[in-house]
């Protein structure tokens, strides 16, 4: 079980694609092949929308991957795909980096989400403060017993470095959204490759905190 702590952070979704025209289908067209890859976070919502949009346009066929942000964005510029889905701003020197490549990125915001920090349903801490947060993942809160809690360590759990939510999380939370702060995630917080692995790791271990 878990508990999820009164902290809900809200983050926008995006969709990076390259400029380009297409003319309208056909019935005699031939199939169309479009690659979709980036954050895990919209990989349910782009996956419910490419079998909707695949209803109406039967001359297409549309391959929805994860992997994260970082990872679609970087497929979207090597040329490897044509959408990237992300849960953060495409950055700017992704930007360049893709024009070199003689890309434009066109970049839409498609939804809205939250991130809620969740803990073992036997941790007796309740709320966290998002400035007690921010101390958590740097390292400078390492007792549950420093927040309330009991005399156990902080177990911290965060998504991988490619991570869109990763990416907000360190600039909303543990730099509490300063642009001139350079405050880095623990070295002891461990780095999970999906947020099913930090919501299973939370379940079944007490000292265990992280985001989804």
Same mark, same amino acid.
């Given at each position: 079980?878990?508990?999820?702590?009164?902290?809900?952070?809200?983050?926008?979704?995006?969709?990076?694609?390259?400029?380009?025209? &297409?003319?309208?289908?056909?019935?005699?067209?031939?199939?169309?092949?479009?690659?979709?890859?980036?954050? /895990?976070?919209?990989?349910?919502?782009?996956?419910?929308?490419?079998?909707?949009?695949?209803?109406?346009?039967?001359?297409?066929?549309? &391959?929805?991957?994860?992997?994260?942000?970082?990872?679609?964005?970087?497929?979207?510029?090597?040329?490897?795909? /044509?959408?990237?889905?992300?849960?953060?701003?495409?950055?700017?020197?992704?930007?360049?980096?893709?024009? =070199? *490549?003689?890309?434009?990125?066109?970049?839409?915001?498609?939804?809205? /989400? =939250?991130?809620?920090?969740?803990?073992?349903?036997?941790?007796?801490? *309740?709320? +966290?403060? +998002?400035?007690?947060?921010? /101390?958590?993942?740097?390292? *400078? !809160?390492?007792?549950?017993?420093?927040?309330?809690?009991?005399?156990?360590?902080?177990?911290?759990?965060?998504?991988?470095?490619?991570?869109?939510?990763?990416?907000?999380? +360190?600039?909303?939370?543990?730099?509490?959204?300063?642009?001139?702060?350079?405050?880095?995630?623990?070295?002891?917080?461990?780095?999970?490759? &999906?947020?099913?692995?930090? !919501?299973?790791?939370?379940?079944?271990?007490?000292? =265990?905190?992280?985001?989804?």
């Amino acid at each position: 079980m878990k508990h999820i702590l009164i902290l809900f952070l809200l983050l926008s979704l995006f969709v990076t694609s390259c400029a380009s025209s &297409s003319a309208s289908a056909s019935s005699n067209t031939p199939t169309t092949y479009i690659q979709n890859k980036g954050s /895990d976070t919209i990989v349910n919502l782009a996956l419910a929308w490419a079998e909707r949009y695949q209803t109406l346009r039967p001359d297409v066929r549309i &391959s929805v991957t994860g992997g994260g942000s970082g990872t679609g964005i970087a497929a979207l510029i090597n040329g490897t795909v /044509d959408l990237a889905s992300a849960s953060r701003q495409i950055k700017a020197e992704e930007v360049e980096s893709a024009r =070199a *490549k003689g890309i434009e990125p066109l970049e839409h915001i498609i939804a809205r /989400d =939250a991130i809620a920090v969740v803990v073992n349903s036997e941790n007796r801490v *309740k709320e +966290l403060t +998002l400035q007690q947060i921010a /101390d958590i993942y740097s390292g *400078k !809160i390492t007792n549950w017993s420093e927040v309330g809690g009991e005399d156990r360590p902080i177990v911290k759990l965060s998504r991988e470095t490619n991570s869109g939510t990763h990416v907000y999380f +360190l600039e909303t939370v543990l730099r509490l959204g300063n642009s001139d702060d350079k405050t880095l995630f623990s070295t002891d917080t461990l780095l999970l490759p &999906s947020s099913e692995g930090i !919501i299973a790791e939370v379940r079944q271990n007490p000292n =265990a905190i992280g985001y989804d």
